[in-house]
Every structure is written in structure tokens, then in C-alpha cells.
């Protein structure tokens, strides 16, 4: 396993982005919202944006919330129909933001909502145009916050899972981090809950078959879209475009400045940028899963 120093890497870092799934965010229990770890999540970033960098949140949980608000007797997604999920979305996201504008008002900090499709990405002028606004948005000391636009993604132009965009953003944005905070500690050689000979990997040089092989038929949470596989894509867009990537576990949200700080915390991804890769192309190219 390859030897890195993990301080020193991270301490050049200057734009960070973060994504939290549904299922961190909601209790295990009920579904609802654990306000707890959203303040801390805020916290972090906040105080991530005061010591000089720049950060975006991408963030799940508006059909998660949405249907909390309007099918509180059918809490499971799987029950719902398209449309139904785009309506929920389309409340959720609203909710969302109003939660997390009021959490980061309390740190004085502004933030803002960007939504998008594979057509920000694949289409030249919506992608020149999401560019300079998150450019702006940095200068200007604001934390943009972002989701996919479900509520109007149909199948063809849907990213579909959060993982993938997160990375996509981090690529768009010139990132030079990408934390990806799950249910999970990282990268393992198997599904650690059904195999408990699964070996945790802390550094990943290289992509490989194998490695990308690994991620198939791993599935995710229940409320979340994204698994292994799309933790794998995630480091694909990642890694080929300079982003270095950590999949870490969220039940300590903390883990984002520890980190940060070079602490030996999730799977490391390091990236290693391949002048090749074209982004719009890829995501084109992408199926939703
Ligand atoms: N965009 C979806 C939402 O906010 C979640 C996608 C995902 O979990 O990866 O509800």
C-alpha cells in the first residue's frame, strides 16, 4: 500500500467540496431531520470558510424531505410514482434550503442554491454559465449548496445519485478535494456487512478493473440513490481531472476538518489527471443508475 503523507497533501488545499447523503441526515428511526448533525455539518464548513477556502455543500434530501411534508403515510420512495417524487422534491428542496439558510445565518455566512442536470454539464453555454456563477459566488465569500433538480430530471437528463454529482461539481469548479461523507468508513475489498473477511483500503493509487469491478453489485442505503458503484464513478470523474477524493464515514461529521488537517481518516483516492478526459463527453456518455 502506497505510503502517503496526508498532511502534507492536505495542506495545500484550497477548494473543498462536501457531500452528505439523505441517510446521514435523517434519524435512523423516524426519517425526520437530525438537526444535531446539521448544525454541525454548517459549523464545519463555516469555520472551513474562515480559515481562507472555498467550499460547496452538495446535498440530498429533498424527496427524503418532501415526502416527510406531504406523504407522511408513505414514507418509503419506492412506493411513489415519478411524479410524485418530483412534487415531493419540489417542497423538500424549498424546506431544505430554508433549514440550512437559517443554520448558516447563524454563522453569519450567505449561502446559496444551485440546482442542476447532465444538461449543466453537457450543454457549452449552461455549463460557461454555472462555471462563472460558482466563480462569483467564491469571490463574493458565499457557500453555494447544491442538488440535483429533481424535480424536473426525467430519466434522460437526470446525474441520478449525488455521489456522481459531487464529483462532477468538484471537476467543474477545479476543486482540489472532494469528501464523500456516507454510511460507510470507506473503500472495502467486499461488502464489509455481509463479508467479514471485507479488507478496508486506506490509499488508492490507481483506478484500476478490479477496483472499478469491486464497486458493482454493491447497493446503498435505503433512502440514498448511491452505493459503491457510484462511489467508484464518483472517484473516476474525480481522480482524472486533479480532484483527490475521501470516502469517509459520517456519524462524526467532524471527520471534515480532521481531514482536512491530514488526519489518516476513510479511503483516499489520490487523483491523478489524465488531459484526456473530457468532462461534458463523460457525462453525456453517463446512464443513470
Ligand atoms: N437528489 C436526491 C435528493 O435530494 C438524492 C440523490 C442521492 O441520494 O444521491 O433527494
Avoid: W
Amino acid at each position: 500500500m502506497a505510503n502517503v503523507n496526508r498532511e502534507a497533501l492536505m495542506a495545500d488545499k484550497k477548494r473543498v467540496v462536501v457531500k452528505i447523503g439523505s441517510s446521514s441526515l435523517q434519524h435512523k428511526e423516524t426519517g425526520d431531520l437530525d438537526y444535531t448533525k446539521l448544525d454541525v455539518l454548517v459549523r464545519e464548513l463555516c469555520n472551513l470558510k474562515n480559515r481562507g477556502m472555498d467550499v460547496v455543500l452538495v446535498t440530498s434530501g429533498a424527496i427524503a424531505v418532501g415526502q416527510k411534508a406531504i406523504l407522511p403515510q408513505r414514507a418509503k420512495e419506492e412506493d411513489n410514482p415519478i411524479a410524485v417524487k418530483q412534487a415531493c422534491a419540489a417542497v423538500g428542496q424549498a424546506r431544505l434550503m430554508m433549514i440550512y439558510q437559517k443554520i448558516f445565518a447563524e454563522y453569519n455566512q450567505e449561502a446559496a442554491q444551485i440546482l442542476m442536470t447532465k444538461n449543466t454539464i453537457v450543454d457549452n453555454l449552461n455549463r460557461y454559465n454555472a462555471r462563472n456563477t460558482f466563480e462569483e459566488l467564491f469571490k463574493l465569500g458565499v457557500i453555494p449548496i447544491v442538488n440535483e433538480n429533481d424535480t424536473i430530471a426525467t430519466y434522460e437528463i437526470e446525474i441520478g445519485d449525488n455521489d456522481t454529482l459531487s464529483a462532477i461539481v468538484a471537476s467543474l469548479v477545479e476543486a482540489d478535494s472532494l469528501i464523500l461523507l456516507s454510511d460507510i468508513d470507506g473503500l472495502y475489498t467486499d461488502d464489509p456487512r455481509t463479508n467479514p473477511n471485507a479488507e478496508y483500503i486506506e490509499v488508492v493509487t490507481e483506478l484500476t478493473d478490479e477496483l472499478m469491478e469491486m464497486g458493482k453489485g454493491s447497493t446503498g442505503s435505503s433512502v440514498g440513490t448511491g452505493g459503491m458503484m457510484t462511489k467508484m464513478q464518483a472517484a473516476k470523474i474525480a481522480c482524472s481531472t486533479g480532484v483527490d477524493m475521501v470516502i469517509a464515514n459520517s456519524k462524526d461529521i467532524k471527520v471534515i476538518h480532521r481531514i482536512l488537517s491530514g488526519q489518516n481518516i476513510g479511503t483516499l483516492f489520490l487523483s491523478h489527471k489524465d488531459e484526456k478526459f473530457d468532462l461534458p463527453l463523460y457525462v453525456q456518455q453517463m446512464h443513470a443508475h
